[in-house]
């Protein structure tokens, strides 16, 4: 079954530490999407990036980096010198394909980053 | 406006009410998505819209009734809800349904409190 899985309930930070956010997930699927967004207090999810199973390489964006091990089925988040802005639930989602055209995504429970100053 | 709205932002109704939730995307795209979240579970897709057609109903309870009269707007109609309905309700959107899936884009979403 496909199931994405974010073992961090809430982890807690001081400003300008290095975090990292874990996702793990399961896949009956050859070719799939991993998706990660960010939910801040006003609600809305923002989407932060896409990443097909195809393309193991790292990304970066600016203090924010993903490293996705097929291996291991991972596709951890890190945001480094962490800043209280960055206070937010985080959301780690998996593509699944339907029996129809189309996908649907699959999200995890999320993990509520909290950062201090 | 920009972007993906959602109203109200809260709504607070009682099990025998009728009420609607209106979504609006103003990014030109032809699917949109209903959301269920709930505390400590993960997001629920409920309903796809692709082209204004329901293409995937997510074993929805009926009191629950989605409408998309265009591809910009999307309406949940509630009725006879139960507590246990009490969530944020997010609507999304993202330019197709084709495959490899899309970003799909959020709305604030309505916090719905059912007494």
Same mark, same amino acid.
């Given at each position: 079954a496909q199931k994405v899985t974010q073992a961090q309930t809430e982890i807690s930070v001081v400003e300008k530490e290095d975090v990292t956010l874990d996702c793990v997930y399961e896949t009956r699927d050859t070719t799939y999407y991993l998706f990660w967004y960010k939910q801040p207090p006003s609600g809305e999810l923002v989407f932060l990036i896409r990443r097909n199973s195809f393309d193991e390489q790292n990304e970066i964006s600016g203090r924010y980096s993903w490293n996705f091990q097929k291996s291991t089925s991972s596709f951890n988040f890190t945001i480094t010198a962490?800043?209280?802005?960055?206070s937010a639930v985080y959301f780690c989602a998996l593509s699944e394909t339907l029996n129809q055209a189309g996908t649907a995504l699959i999200f995890g429970k999320g993990t509520t980053l909290s950062v201090s100053s | 406006e920009t972007g993906v709205t959602q109203t109200p932002r809260h709504l607070v109704m009682g099990m025998t009410n009728k009420k609607s939730l209106k979504c609006e995307q103003h $990014?030109?795209?032809n699917a949109m998505y209903w959301y269920k979240q709930s505390a400590k579970k993960p997001l629920e897709l409920m309903f796809v819209y692709n082209f204004k057609e329901q293409?995937?109903?997510? &074993?929805? +309870? &009926?009191r629950f009734s989605p409408e998309c009269p265009n591809s910009s707007h999307l309406f949940l109609h509630l009725h #006879? $809800?139960? +507590?246990? =309905? &009490?969530a944020l309700y997010l609507c999304a959107s993202s330019q =197709?349904? #084709?495959?490899p899936p899309l970003e799909q884009y959020f709305g604030p979403g309505t916090r719905l409190t059912v007494t």
């Open positions: 962490s800043q209280v802005v960055d | $990014l030109g795209h293409t995937e109903n997510n &074993s929805v +309870p &009926s #006879t $809800l139960q +507590p246990e =309905d &009490s =197709d349904r #084709t495959t």
